[in-house]
């Protein structure tokens, strides 16, 4: 059976800094992923599994007031658990642990819109580059690094590239780690990594042209701010693409 | 200002550079139709990732000239540029879209000390 979309995955790595002081990189977290969708107004955070669960976990986010803030909650199985605070932004989820069978929601506002999924044996979502902010003096330049995986058992993905195939901010870049699997990480993530970042126009072709099942590539992305930019909240979005039998 | 460490390197090691950056091939896609630029922001604005990535390759299509994707040669572009770690613009040669790279950097060896007694 060929490799379908659904097995391409963007994991995070082990080390997603929140600050400018930890390190950046390293091995792929199978358990974390960089997809959650921003709030589209302020609202508070609502969670809910999907059967038996007593785990609990965080929200990290921005409050309306722009404070960094957290908020701990428990959940109560397929029962909605709205939380109190009321949430400009969210920056991550993270539960406690991991569950073999339960998936678990986050919706902004009661019965609201789904913003994130965590899925089986997993625990965090996130969004790129927390607390980064422009400077008024010199441009700042940040790489994050999340892995394109292909979770397919037994095919490899021929072919293999990888696009980043939206950028409306336009301040986005992307570069691939020299091999598949490596656990390359710098010291913070204004720490240059010496690669060459392409944009959006650009198709990047995996080391060794194909994925092999399990394989994973790591993909820098590198956020630049100019001098004194203005705040955004934007996205982008990372395509692993290639062929199969 | 930054340095260009291309000109830190002797001819063997920028050959060896050069090697560096053509081992991983960068294929230049061609441009992206406004309309379908602003179509993706749309998309991305609602959170529907999947079909901004899927508009992105169709608006990539030029069925009038017959390309879907432009096929130059990225690294030459790079190669031939700074190799500072600087963000510079671009244009490609072959369909004229302009973009943004950032450039390598190479830390040259360290000088031995060629004649020193062992």
């Known amino acids: 059976m060929s490799i379908t979309a659904a097995e391409l995955i963007f994991f995070s790595s082990a080390n997603i800094p929140a600050d400018d002081a930890s390190t950046s990189g390293g091995a792929i977290s199978t358990t974390s992923r960089p997809e959650l969708t921003q709030w589209s107004a302020s609202a508070v955070a609502a969670v809910i599994s999907d059967g038996a669960d007593t785990r609990t976990g965080t929200v990290y986010g921005r409050l309306a007031t722009g404070v960094a803030d957290s908020e701990a909650f428990t959940l109560t199985g397929a029962v909605e658990v709205v939380l109190a605070k009321t949430w400009e932004r969210i920056q991550r989820i993270v539960l406690d642990s991991t569950s073999a069978s339960r998936t678990v929601l986050l919706k902004q506002g009661s019965g609201g819109t789904t913003r994130a999924t965590i899925t089986t044996n997993e625990t965090t979502r996130h969004i790129s580059f927390q607390n980064s902010a422009s400077d008024p003096s010199a441009t700042k330049a940040r790489a994050e690094k999340v892995f394109g995986k292909n979770t397919n058992g037994t095919l490899s993905l021929l072919g293999a590239t990888v696009t980043l195939t939206a950028d409306p901010a336009a301040n986005i870049t992307i570069a691939l780690a020299a091999s598949v699997d490596d656990s390359g990480s710098v010291a913070t993530r204004l720490t240059s990594t010496g690669l060459t970042y392409s944009d959006d126009n650009v198709a990047l072709t995996v080391p060794g042209t194909n994925l092999a099942a399990g394989s994973a590539i790591g993909v820098w992305v590198l956020q630049s701010l100019g001098i004194a930019a203005a705040a955004t909240k934007s996205t982008y979005t990372l395509k692993l693409a290639g062929t199969t039998i | ?118």
């Open chain 2, 1 to 118: 200002m930054a340095t260009d460490t291309k000109k830190l390197l002797n001819a063997k090691q920028i050959e060896e550079a050069e090697a560096f950056i053509r081992a991983q091939p960068r294929i230049c896609r061609g441009p992206l139709r406004e309309q379908e630029r602003k179509a993706v922001a749309q998309l991305l604005d609602e959170g529907r990732l999947e079909e901004a990535k899927a508009m992105d390759e169709t608006g990539r299509n030029h069925p009038e000239t017959g390309a879907n994707t432009c096929g130059a040669d990225f690294n030459n572009i790079v190669v031939a540029g700074p190799w500072d770690g600087r963000q510079h613009p671009y244009k490609c040669p072959r369909c004229g879209v302009v973009g943004k790279y950032t450039a390598p950097t190479f830390a040259a060896p360290q000088p031995t000390n060629e004649g020193d007694p062992v």
